[in-house]
């Protein structure tokens, strides 16, 4: 990996123009580096301790002007990367932030990598993966509740739960290892009752946090969801309704919607992709047939469809056709009878009821559309019930390590009279996988990976 003893520098504000840009310097000459090609309007530098904000000017080394500037000074461990960092806050703009980067490094600086800042701080100690990896989310973060689980992410959370539950292991591994070095005791006799117990709520730990791993990833990730269904059915009406926006063209005419029309909103904090699509029917006009066909595309990506009829028409037989289809997508579908102000009450067809849900609801007048937006919440978290703030494992090799330190933790506590070398090797697989999440046994590529996937100057 990259030499810790380099100053690194990047412009840390997204190209393009603004009222600040930065240019963000970290390393062990970070402070001499600003000191030299800074004009201060009052007090050096180099004589910060703790933080301290100086305004000035950038200079080149014949004297010129490059920029009028505040330099933040940050002395480590007081700093993003805990090394002495400054922070160079100039116009926003590619002009001066690149010549105040030439500045840096003409005076002996290197262009940081991308998360190298937050790769030296993991590196330093100030915080581990997953707290790397909420960084990410909360640049990434696409609504509150995705910010919220972030900023718990980030202050370490889930960080600490991983940590107990690795202390744990650890602690059963010294007496297996006694086990093995004094064969003359039993192994249960020399596991505490208090430390089984914490072993046995690891495990339940782990187990509830892979429970709400797919919601984790959903959260981040997002779902697509799409609405499809025969022509004049009410798809654009819903879409517009869970969109609180006459955003498609909605008429009495079917063949309404030709092209695929997305939007986003959000539905229990996940952020979805709502797709409104052309009605589906045999037909001979040639954009609406692309329509259907981008309307079949579109469902091969999606997490959810919602299938709309028109529950206040006669059955029409098109409806359990296209029902039939989407069950080969083997996802999740909501079958939605729709225009229910024109009807006392309608049952569901017969097919419905092999759909994952059904209900009625009228898009012209709303009702029923709460009930959907709460259902189709819980359908996307799989019914697990995720607080505003809860920080979640939430991405797959996450995931994945955890689910393998569960597995050799159970093993472990479901027959603790196994021959104790067979035992201890199921808890150090355990401490291994369970460091992968943390970074403390991921290997160099894979974390180089990791950060790799950052922006510039984070
Ligand atoms: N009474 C009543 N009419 C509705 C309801 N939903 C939609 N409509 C009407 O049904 C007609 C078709 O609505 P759209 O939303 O355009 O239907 P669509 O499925 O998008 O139609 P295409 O895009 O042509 O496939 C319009 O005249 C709507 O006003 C409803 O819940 N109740
Ligand atoms: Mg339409």
Known sequence: MTNPDDTIVAISTPPGEGGVGIVRLSGPEAIAIAEGIFRSSR???????????????????????????????????????????????????????????EE???????????????????????????????????????????????NAAASGTLSRQLQTMGETVLALLARVEAAIDFPEDDLPDLIETPLLAEARAARDTMFAMLKKSDAGCLLREGATLVIAGCPNV?????????????????????????????EYITLAGVPVKLVDTAGMRQTDDEVEQIGVRMARETLQTAQLALLVIDGAAPPNPEDEAIFREFQSLEIPIVVIRNKSDLVAASAPPAWALDATDT?????????????????????????????????LINRLYQKDSLRRASVCLERFLVDMTLSPEFLAVELQEALQALGEITGETTPDDVLEKIFGAFCIGK
Do not use: W
Not at 57 to 62: C, M
Not at 115 to 142: C, H, M, P, W, Y
Not at 237 to 249: Q, V
């Open 43 to 101: 007090g050096k530098l180099l004589a910060t301790r703790g933080q301290q904000v100086f305004h000035g000017h950038i200079v080149t080394s014949a004297g010129a002007l490059v920029d009028e500037v505040l330099c933040v000074v940050m002395r480590g461990p007081h700093s993003y990367t805990r090394d002495d960092v400054v922070e160079i806050n100039g116009h926003g703009g590619a002009g001066p932030l690149n010549a105040i980067l």
């Open 104 to 150: 840096t490094l003409g005076a002996g600086a290197r262009l940081a990598t991308p998360g190298e800042f937050t790769l030296r701080a993991f590196l330093n100690g100030r915080i581990d993966l997953i707290q790397a990896e909420a960084v990410i989310d909360q640049i990434q973060a696409r609504t509150r509740a995705n910010l919220q689980a972030a």
């Open 234 to 262: 009410g798809k654009s009406s819903l879409f517009n309704l869970l969109l609180r926006d006459a955003r498609a063209i909605v008429s009495a005419q079917p063949g309404t919607t030709r092209d695929r029309i997305e």
């Open 359 to 391: 209900l009625a609801l009228s898009a012209l007048t709303g009702a029923g559309l709460e009930e959907l937006e709460n259902r189709l919440g819980s359908l996307l978290l799989g019914g697990v019930n995720v607080a505003a703030d809860e920080a």
